[in-house]
Structures are given as structure tokens and as C-alpha cells.
């Protein structure tokens, strides 16, 4: 189906309309064709998603005819009988397409403006007044808006001038009427932070705006650099990256227009295609092969057939590896991990061959690494998200970050690389700091995160061997040195220590097993269950979705270490003072000077704080005391 209208679009736009700027929001749809009659019959059954085609006149072009409501519905009806027979097809994968398993947003009729918004259209077009042009609002906030939500992205593409010369119309016209004037902040093109083209920065109305003027761009060979020029409308859709970002909103005429022919139905459909050819635009940028993975998984579209074989092109991952700087591609992964799906968007690049070219490691490190590691480390990251969902758990955007991270890269715990001045540092921190440029607090979290894992999970099982079920007897009956044990690594990760509890588990499944390393073959091994795929890592269910009965043990270990933490009085001790500081343990003992026995001292005292958090400041003192003076002897 994807395959179908697969030629340029032509000068005609097809339309969608909507109230102008100064008229309350209303709904109602149009929708014009640029492609032939008989491409519009092939639309129809390319249409899995039909809601959209009942809602709309749709107009064939240069008067061979028109399709009626009625007709529409009957080709839809019959297609359907033809396909799956079952409405059931808008929830399974489209064949040859990679599909999101989440339902597609509503997709509106019309763009609905917000009293904002109205208000600076109403100004932009009493602006261009003094020097006509056209305003179109692109991208991304026109595809949000049909999706019903509000987007403070909003860019300006003028057809006649530059963004800094409308920028003075905009103060010229603000003056004019009394109104504060805003010094437009004017951004030079950058083409190695991916900025093109000059743009013009202003505030009105209270909400920011950017112009730029409406393009096209060619791109020399080797060079992710294009060469911009003043294009047409149809020139700058077409030169987007996805159908589904090349809508306009031509506020002159209050119409969403679709120079491809293809977004308003694609992004109906949950397609994820680009305006020209997949290979083509991706190598004219690579990076885009990386926004198609975030938008997929952030829409819950499907990756259209010939973008998902051109994202798996050796020649694209190559140029995506080349040509785009780790800044970018960190960039692109950091919006994956704050979008509402981090693993899913981690399964599209594992499928479709990118998650070495993005966590790349040195060739030598790579090569000795099992050809299904990404596989494991994408079901580890699976296993965590459903943990964390299953235990009821609300992480903020910085402690989802740090917790799916580390679950991603944890096969990889036990490979080091060589870092500056050949020093061996952890892969994991590699791939953090070096190949997607994360900050370095991100970097050191992965790995404190993965050691403490372990530790963990060591007090895990010292806890499930005690007698008695119930945690306050365990806790009355639990030595001393477990206490320490269990409040020291909640001291390590402060804050974050239950990241840690909720990785723990993840390292008794089998696709946690260590790779990389000279132990990590028998680990595997020995780790690994039977499985029908005969793959390590893959569940007898087949798939990189974690079995409902691997996420229920991992929430077992999870709560045991939790209520642990409770009954010992320890969930709260990383915000702990120690009761005796170092003057006064030096006084306690009376030591000459401080050195390494004060600090054994100091460490004493802690030890027996953490193992008796309602004690009292003079019994750690006289403890203490006692331990000095068998330390001495």
C-alpha cells in the first residue's frame, strides 16, 4: 500500500481549510487534489485509515470529475473486504513496515487557533500589509496543531523577503498602533548545529517566533551543507524531511496547504515518508534518519517501506556516522529518551541496524562484541520500562534518563575501551561522553548505577535467605553488617538510590549477561535459558518484549529491597548527618593530628549509625570508644 502515489507533487496544493486569523475558529474541510484522476481512485485504497476521506470533498483536478461522500465510502468498504477483513488492521503491523504498537492521535478537520495565536496572526498580517507577502506557519506546528495540541514552535516562512526585513515591518506596525516594540534577535546560519538559513527571532503577543524565508537547498557532494536560494512553496515542502513536517498554515488565506499531496494522509495513516526519495534525503542529511526513528516512535507511526530500507542502507548508517556530528545525533537521542516512548524509538534502531552506528565504540571493541548485543541491550532497557510501569513508579525526565540508560548499555557493564592517554575506562561512560556527547553527570551515572546494581542485588539475596516472611521480623533479625551493607549503597546513589533497587533485578535476566568481556561467553551461556529462537536474550515468546512473568519476579526483588530499606529505617539516610564529625572524633580519641586512623574512625562511627539509625550520640560515642581500643590492641 505504502508504494502507491509515489510521484512529485505538482503546483497545486491540496488544502485543508480554516478560519483566517481574524475570525473566531470554526471547522470545516476541504480537501483539493494536485494528483490525476486516476491516482485519487488509488488514494482511496491506499487509505487503511478512512476517516478522513468522510469528512472531506474530495475534488478531483481540471474537472474530469469528483468522487462523492457516498462513493468514497463504498471504495472504502470494498477495500477493506479485500484487506484484513477486520477493522482490526489500524492495530496490526502494516506488512513491511515497522510498526509502533501504540494508537495513532486524532487527527483534526481544521486548524483551531488559541486567543494567542490569533492575536499574532492578526498582527503578522497587518505587518505584511506594508509590504505584501504571503505568511505560512510550518513544520511542526501545523502537524501539532492537527493533532489537537498546542506547540510553541512556530515558524514564519515568508515568500518575498527575509525574516530580519519583516521583523522591521512587525516593529513598524507595532508602532503604529502604541504597542511595545521587540528588537528582533537575528540568528546566523550555522550549518554545523544544522542551521541553514539566517533566521530572525522575535517575541509578540507573548509568544516567540522565528522567520525565515521560504527555500530550496542542493547539497554538494560529501557535504550535509546545502546551498540555500528563495524557493516556492512547493520547493521548501518538498525539500523537508518528512511529509508529515511539510504542511503549511497560510495565514492570509486561515488553509493548511499540502504541497506533496501526501501529509494531511499520512499523517492520518500514522506514515512516517519523506516528500523525495528516502535514500536521497537521507544522505543529503543523515541526521533525518534519526528524526524518523524519534517521530515514529513519538506518533506511533509506521515507518514507510522505503524509509525504513534506506534508514538500513550501509551507505546511509555510513554517512550518518561520518557526516553528523555526535552533538546532533546526542541531541536527537536525548528527545527520544524525554518522549513518551524512549524503548520503542531504542527497538526501531536495533531493527533496523543503527544501534552501533549510534552507540558506537572503537572498531576493535565492536568487532568483539556477540552480533545480538544491541538486541539484548534493547531488552534489558524493555524489561526496566516495564518494571518501572508495573511497580506503579513516577520518574522525572532526568531520573527516566539516568534508569533507561543504564538498563541500555547494561550488557555492556563489564567492556572497557581506552580513554584519553590510553587510560581503560567503562564502555558504557565511552558511549555517554564520546559517542553521543551526554553530559558527564549522565556519563558517571550509568556506571555508578551499574555497580551498585550488583550490590544490590548481593544484599538481595542475603535478605530472601533470612528466616521469616515478614519484613519487620527480617529486620529485627538481620545482622548488623547487612544494615551497613544496604545503607552504604543507598549513600552512594543518595537521591536515586531506588534506580539502582529497580536495576538490580535486571541482572538476573538472561539478556543482562555480560558481553565483551573473556568471562562473558560462559556468563552468557550459563545465563541464558533454552529458547526456541535459539538467540540469548530472546524469550521463548520470540520478540524483544519482556515476558510478563520475567517483569513479575523483577518487581518481587524490587519491593524485597524496598521494604528492606523501610524496615531497617534507611530509605531517608543518604540525607543522614553523621553524629560525630571529625573534630570531634579526633577529640573522642584524643588524636594529635587527623590522618588515616581518624578516617577509620569517622568510618567506624558511620557504620554503626547506619546499623543503628535510632541510636543516640553517646552511644556511638561509646562505641567508638570500645572499637578504639580493640583497634589499637
Not at 185 to 196: G, L, M, R, T
Not at 361 to 381: G, H, N, S, W
Amino acid at each position: 500500500t505504502s508504494s502507491t502515489l509515489r510521484s512529485p507533487a505538482r503546483a497545486a496544493a491540496r488544502t485543508l481549510t480554516s478560519p483566517p486569523a481574524t475570525r473566531p475558529a470554526t471547522t470545516s474541510c476541504q480537501i483539493s487534489s494536485p494528483v490525476p484522476w486516476g491516482a485519487c481512485a488509488a488514494s482511496v485504497q491506499l487509505c487503511k485509515r478512512t476517516a478522513w476521506i468522510s469528512s472531506a470533498n474530495f475534488a478531483a483536478p481540471h474537472g474530469i470529475g469528483c468522487i462523492s461522500r457516498s462513493s468514497i465510502s463504498a471504495a472504502s468498504a470494498q477495500q477493506a473486504q479485500h484487506s484484513s477483513g477486520s477493522s482490526a488492521s489500524d492495530t496490526q503491523p502494516v506488512p513491511g513496515s515497522t510498526r509502533v504498537k501504540r494508537a495513532m492521535p486524532p487527527v483534526r478537520d481544521t486548524v483551531v487557533l488559541n486567543e494567542l495565536e490569533q492575536e499574532l496572526f492578526s498582527t503578522l498580517l497587518g505587518a505584511a500589509q506594508r509590504a505584501p507577502t504571503t505568511l505560512r506557519c510550518a513544520g511542526g506546528w501545523v502537524r501539532d496543531k492537527l493533532l489537537g495540541r498546542d506547540s510553541l514552535d512556530i515558524d514564519i516562512a515568508l515568500d518575498t523577503m527575509l525574516g530580519k526585513d519583516f521583523a522591521e515591518l512587525v516593529n513598524q506596525h507595532l508602532s503604529s498602533q502604541g504597542k511595545e516594540v521587540r528588537t528582533a534577535a537575528v540568528i546566523q546560519s550555522n550549518p554545523e548545529q544544522s542551521k541553514h538559513l539566517e533566521t530572525a527571532r522575535l517575541k509578540i503577543s507573548g509568544l516567540w517566533i522565528d522567520l525565515v524565508n521560504l527555500r530550496s537547498e542542493t547539497y554538494a557532494q560529501g557535504s550535509r551543507i546545502p546551498t540555500m536560494e528563495f524557493g516556492t512553496p512547493e520547493q521548501d515542502a518538498l525539500r523537508r524531511d518528512f511529509t508529515i513536517n511539510s504542511l503549511f498554515y497560510n495565514i492570509n488565506k486561515g488553509v493548511v496547504e499540502d504541497f506533496t499531496g501526501r501529509g494531511i494522509a499520512d499523517l492520518r495513516e500514522g506514515i512516517i515518508r519523506t516528500p523525495l526519495s528516502p535514500t536521497e534525503t537521507f544522505l543529503d542529511d543523515p541526521l533525518r534518519v534519526l528524526r524518523a526513528v524519534r517521530f515514529a516512535a513519538r506518533f506511533a507511526c509506521d515507518l514507510e517501506q522505503s524509509v525504513e530500507d534506506a534508514a538500513a542502507n550501509e551507505q546511509v548508517q555510513a554517512a550518518l556516522g561520518q557526516k553528523v556530528s555526535k552533538e546532533r545525533v546526542g541531541a536527537e537521542l536525548e528527545g527520544m529518551f524525554n518522549g513518551p516512548s524512549p524503548v520503542e524509538s531504542m527497538q526501531l534502531l536495533q531493527r533496523l541496524s543503527l544501534f552501533p552506528v549510534v552507540f558506537a565504540l572503537p572498531p576493535a571493541t565492536q568487532k568483539a562484541l556477540p552480533a545480538d548485543y544491541a538486541l539484548a541491550c534493547v531488552r534489558c532497557m524493555a524489561t526496566t520500562h516495564a518494571l518501572v510501569q508495573a511497580a506503579g513508579i513516577q520518574l522525572d525526565k532526568e531520573e527516566s534518563r539516568f534508569l533507561l540508560m543504564a538498563a541500555l548499555l547494561l550488557p555492556l557493564r563489564g567492556c572497557v575501551v581506552l580513554g584519553p592517554k590510553n587510560k581503560p575506562i567503562p564502555a558504557s561512560a565511552a558511549i555517554v561522553r564520546e559517542s553521543i556527547k551526554w553530559r558527564t553527570k549522565d556519563a558517571d551515572m550509568a556506571v555508578l548505577l551499574h555497580e551498585t546494581a550488583q550490590q544490590f542485588l548481593d544484599i538481595h539475596q542475603q535478605v530472601a535467605a533470612m528466616d521469616g516472611s515478614d519484613a519487620t521480623v527480617r529486620a529485627q533479625n538481620a545482622p548488623e553488617g547487612l544494615r551497613v551493607q544496604l545503607g552504604m549503597v543507598i549513600r552512594k546513589l543518595k537521591q536515586h538510590w531506588h534506580l539502582g533497587a529497580l536495576l538490580a533485578p535486571i541482572l538476573s535476566t538472561p539478556q543482562a549477561a555480560p558481553v565483551g568481556t573473556e568471562e562473558s561467553t560462559t556468563a552468557a551461556t550459563a545465563a541464558a535459558p533454552s529458547s526456541s529462537t535459539g538467540q540469548r536474550g530472546v524469550t521463548a515468546a520470540g520478540g524483544n518484549e519482556p515476558a510478563s512473568e520475567e517483569v513479575v519476579r523483577c518487581k518481587e526483588v524490587y519491593g524485597t529491597l524496598k521494604a528492606a530499606a523501610s524496615a531497617f529505617g534507611l530509605e531517608e539516610c543518604w540525607q543522614w548527618k553523621p553524629l560525630l564529625d571529625g573534630k570531634q572524633v579526633q577529640a573522642l580519641l584524643e588524636l594529635q593530628k587527623p590522618g588515616p586512623e581518624l578516617g577509620k574512625a569517622m568510618g567506624e562511627a558511620l557504620n554503626w549509625q547506619l546499623a543503628h539509625p535510632s541510636g543516640s550520640l553517646e552511644e556511638c560515642q561509646q562505641h567508638v570508644k570500645e572499637w578504639w581500643q580493640k583497634h589499637k590492641a
